[in-house]
């Protein structure tokens, strides 16, 4: 099996062969992030347990202010889905002058109707092995709802797909089945989360898998999506976890970055790459 270095290596020369010597910087300081369902979710996943709801605006009480773009979101209901239909007067008052991501569950093709013409671009959550779904979701669903649900997506709007490293308590299995699937249906872009042990979840005591481990992952997909813009999104432990994997998520051949660690962008500069910085969601 090839070593870590040897598959960086391969993923930076496939970087260099299909993009520029550019990398972007993320910082979504412009976008608000709104909840559809203020701190309510149902589901109660293991690796969040409704704990990232509280980083968001109920929509109902946040005011269009200065921000250029907005996310979003919200909990889920029993079946994974996020009620999108609701509010949709507020998320029209937000439309103007801005671009929406909307981060959606299982969503039906009358919801899709409905919401499209808010919707700039989609983030979905896709999981490639069915008893990821069931131990953290605890969903009664499998792959191939997701699957359906991607396909749907696609057909009204831009639609990023976002898979989560070691989303089952750290351990990693099901990413690689998911990078399969994606690359039959077709991807426009993909986003690389990292999964965060979260106090007051059944997964509190887990560990983030080793930043090795994920860097890669990302190595294997760079080749495997040579001409697709891959992202490594927001959701990834920070501190000394982030300075270690950050700089081999550059060299891996990353094209955008969200909050970078000093150590990534030292990387990218020996890496003769110029650097160009965004204030949106990395995927506006």
């Given amino acids: 099996m090839d070593s870590l270095e040897a598959k960086l290596a391969r993923a930076w020369v496939v970087r260099h062969a299909h993009f520029a010597d550019e990398i972007t910087w993320s910082y979504p300081l412009d976008t608000a992030v709104l909840s559809l369902t203020g701190r309510q979710c149902a589901l109660r996943c293991a690796h969040c347990g409704g704990h990232y709801l509280k980083g968001m605006r109920p929509i109902w009480e946040a005011d269009p202010d200065r921000s250029t773009s907005c996310l979003i979101s919200g909990g889920c209901d029993l079946t994974g889905r996020v009620p999108v239909l609701a509010h949709l007067d507020r998320v029209r008052a937000w439309r103007p002058g801005r671009i929406l991501n909307w981060h ?44 359906e649900t991607y396909r749907l997506l696609r057909r009204y709007a831009r639609t990023l797909p976002h898979v989560t490293i070691g989303l089952r308590g750290g351990s990693l299995g099901h990413e690689r089945p998911a990078l399969d699937r994606l690359q039959e249906l077709g991807v426009d872009g993909l986003v690389f989360l990292v999964f965060i042990p979260t106090p007051g979840t059944p997964f509190a005591d887990r560990e983030p898998p080793p930043p090795q481990a994920v860097a890669e992952l990302l190595a ?44 990534a962008r030292q990387r990218a500069a020996e890496l003769g790459l110029a650097a160009r910085e965004i204030r949106e969601c990395c995927v506006l």
């Fill in 104 to 147: 959606v569950g299982f969503v039906s093709e009358a919801e899709m109707e409905a919401i499209a013409p808010l919707v700039d671009v989609v983030s979905f959550d896709f999981v490639g092995d069915n008893e990821t779904i069931h131990e953290v979701y605890g969903l009664d669903r499998t792959v191939e709802d997701y699957v």
């Fill in 220 to 263: 294997e997909a760079r080749v495997q999506f040579p001409a697709v813009p891959l992202y490594l999104g927001c959701m990834r432990p920070k501190g000394r976890y982030r300075d270690r994997l950050d700089p081999l998520a550059v060299q891996a051949g990353m094209n955008v970055v969200v909050s970078p660690s000093r150590s």
